[in-house]
């Protein structure tokens, strides 16, 4: 039995009798399941790279996320305009919009693997670093202004039309979600990600490559993030440096709250989904109570040391009996 997996199981069930109690039946209605469906995939990407990054060890993190995310949208913004029209060829557009995005998040992650894995740079020194210039880049592109893209039916059309009743960014984020578990957990990828996490020794004694291990897991983290940053782009109509602010926290609050180990070695996919799904039930819930937003920073950044706590406790020693000196 998986005692993660049925913990968090078991949060997403209180939380949504929680939110039904106090929120009345409104919170479970076909329209605010879609809503909450579409918020869920920006945050559970930006999670799942910080999940790739912790599982590689050595105090992985991966903090540039959510810059990464705002840099892909704003550069596709300006960029893809001058290349299609978004009157005259609206999907065309769209689809280069996401090529765009998929490019700068490709670069974003070769900076930050190469000065993890080649330079040697601790992770949350490097990744801090480099959120800094992506966000740098941003305001200097926009002159710390907002970028507005207005109505395209393609890209509203991935975030709100449903198909079978799921919205195609939910659909999408779950295929993505899918198809990194099933690597983690069957590809060589994912088991030699998983070996040096929990004993970089013995990865070193395996004899493959660990700067190119950590070359990918960081470049498909900032690749996930571009991908999170074509959704907000899609879901808001417009991009800017300083959007989502306290995501960093949130995707950091998601993984330890999945189980992942900051230490390295362990760490699901299953789980960081169903985190995040409970962060936005609760945070859908916070919406319904008109609590603030600076309550909710405060709650998150709280759970988070919580969470931080618990990991490092291990309470098997309660139950085992004492041994006295000498016995």
């Not at 997403?12 to 919170?27: C, K, P, R």
């Not at 903090?63 to 550069?75: D, E, T």
């Not at 059309?157 to 984020?173: K, Q, Y």
Request: aromatic fraction near 10%; charged fraction near 10%; proline fraction near 4%.
């Amino acid at each position: 039995m998986d005692r993660q997996l049925n913990f968090l199981v078991a949060l997403n069930a209180l939380v949504l009798v929680a939110a039904v109690a106090i929120a009345g039946q409104n919170f479970i209605n076909i329209y605010n399941l879609q809503s909450m469906a579409t918020q869920i995939p920006e945050l559970g990407l930006l999670a799942i790279g910080v999940t790739l990054a912790m599982i590689s060890g050595n105090g992985g993190i991966d903090l540039s996320g959510i810059a990464v995310a705002n840099l892909a949208g704003i550069v596709s913004a300006l960029l893809v305009p001058m290349m299609v029209s978004p009157d005259e060829l609206p999907m065309a557009y769209a689809f280069v919009f996401a090529g765009v995005c998929l490019v700068v998040g490709l670069a974003c992650g070769l900076v930050n693997g190469l000065l993890i894995s080649r330079a040697g740079l601790t992770p949350i020194i490097a990744t801090l670093g480099t959120s800094l210039a992506f966000t740098g880049v941003s305001v200097v592109l926009t002159n710390g202004s907002g970028v507005r893209l207005g109505y395209i039916e393609p890209l509203d059309n991935f975030i709100h039309t449903p198909i079978l009743g799921v919205p195609i960014c939910f659909a999408v984020f779950l295929g993505i979600a899918i198809a990194i578990g099933a690597s983690l957990r069957f590809a060589p990828f994912g088991m030699r990600l998983y070996m040096l996490g929990s004993n970089a020794k013995a990865a070193r004694f395996a004899g493959f490559n660990q700067k190119r291990l950590l070359m990918t897991a960081y470049t498909l983290s900032s690749v996930l993030a571009s991908v999170a940053g074509f959704i907000i782009a899609a879901r808001i109509s417009s991009v800017k440096w300083d959007y989502g602010t306290s995501y960093v926290l949130i995707a950091i609050l998601i993984a330890v709250m999945a189980g992942v180990r900051p230490t390295g070695g362990y760490g699901k996919i299953t789980c960081v989904v169903l985190s995040a799904s409970a962060l936005q039930m609760l945070s859908s819930m916070f919406n319904f109570l008109n609590i603030s937003n600076f309550f909710r920073d405060f709650a998150w950044g709280l759970l988070l040391l919580i969470f931080l706590a618990v990991s490092r406790f291990d309470f098997r020693t309660l139950l085992s009996p004492q041994t006295k000196p000498g016995g």
